[in-house]
């Protein structure tokens, strides 16, 4: 499991984000839009990566003082105005509910930094959350003006925490790369429970599906992510956003799956999509520069969407 750097959390992150007002529908099909997860560092080329995106999940430690790169961070948000951004928190160590005076910390730090919403990860009674401590959440930071994304394995622990328009309910894994039907993680099994997810919808809240490749980001083809958005619609069809990353989201290689191969699986629904730039290309070709021509960064904490505890086991079921 991996630490985070303030609070040494046992097993950093995985999938919630959230949407603007007009993005969560309640309507059954909706055309979900391209959301993605960045827990790189910031560089002058990140604003040009990230274009296309609806919204943006950022890693991390960010959001505390002394970070190195947070004016970086900060004017990426501020240049940035048609992506919604959102800040990066877990609710809980692993086994033990985060104290609400660190939580009511690091909401304010990333407020102050210009996110629109905050993704609460780790959020499920199966990492011993609450559901008082989820509507709490939940309410600081509606209270801060921003929306809320909740992450966890079962969608029924979103009901009744007082998620509403502009909210999301992160669904992750529920589709998994090259694997029908999904893995299920021991003891975090999503429960895939479609009911849920309606009842969720006709309360204004979005639904996020998300999956992750095992390669890192800049390896995976565009054939994958059109397979990958294809899969997640039929397994998740009132998803409002769907997001494909890597095994580090940007952690290690400051790369993020382009948001036009996302809305070019969504337009063709076939099994590839064509590039619009000269950094994604045909044929199985990887997007992006190759894993020894990644942009050089000072080394930063990886954060993964997923527990590093599951994504061993997803590595020895994969044997890839």
């Not at 509507?135 to 622990?157: F, I, S, T």
């Not at 895939?192 to 083809?221: C, F, H, K, M, Y």
């Not at 045909?282 to 520069?289: E, H, K, L, V």
Request: proline letters at 7%.
């Amino acid at each position: 499991m991996l630490h985070r750097a303030r609070t040494c959390l046992v097993g950093l992150a995985v999938t919630s984000l959230i949407l603007q007002p007009g993005l969560a529908r309640a309507a059954a099909g909706p055309q979900p839009v391209p959301v993605g997860f960045y827990y790189g560092w910031v560089t002058p080329e990140t604003g040009a990566d990230i274009q296309g995106y609806q919204a943006i999940v950022l890693g991390s430690d960010s959001e505390s003082s002394g970070y190195p790169n947070q004016q970086a961070v900060t004017q990426l948000i501020a240049s940035s105005p048609s992506i919604a951004f959102y800040g990066y928190v877990n609710l809980s160590d692993g086994s033990n509910p985060i104290p609400v005076s660190t939580l009511s910390q690091e909401f304010a730090e990333w407020k102050a930094l210009g996110v629109r919403g905050i993704f609460l990860d780790l959020a499920g009674s199966n990492y011993g959350v609450t559901r008082v401590l989820r509507a709490w959440a939940v309410a600081q930071v509606h209270a801060l003006g921003m929306r809320a994304a909740v992450n966890a394995w079962d969608p029924a622990d979103a009901l009744g925490v007082g998620l509403g328009l502009g909210d999301v309910y992160v669904a992750e894994d529920w589709y998994m790369a090259s694997r029908q039907p999904a893995v299920e993680y021991p003891n975090n099994a999503p429960s895939r429970d479609l009911a849920v997810l309606n009842q969720l919808a006709s309360q204004g809240v979005g639904v996020w599906a998300v999956t992750q490749e095992s390669q890192p980001t800049p390896s995976i083809t565009a054939q994958e992510v059109a397979s990958d958005v294809q899969a997640m619609r039929k397994v998740i069809p009132m998803a409002t956003g769907l997001a494909v990353g890597g095994s580090d989201y940007g952690a290690e290689t400051n790369a993020i799956v382009p948001a036009s191969a996302i809305a070019s699986a969504l337009a063709m629904g076939s099994a590839a999509a064509p590039p619009s730039s000269p950094s994604q290309v045909q044929n199985g070709a990887s997007f992006g520069p190759s894993a020894d021509a990644i942009r050089s960064k000072p080394r930063v904490m990886r954060r993964v969407l997923v527990p590093a505890v599951r994504m061993g086991f997803r590595s020895s079921i994969q044997g890839t």
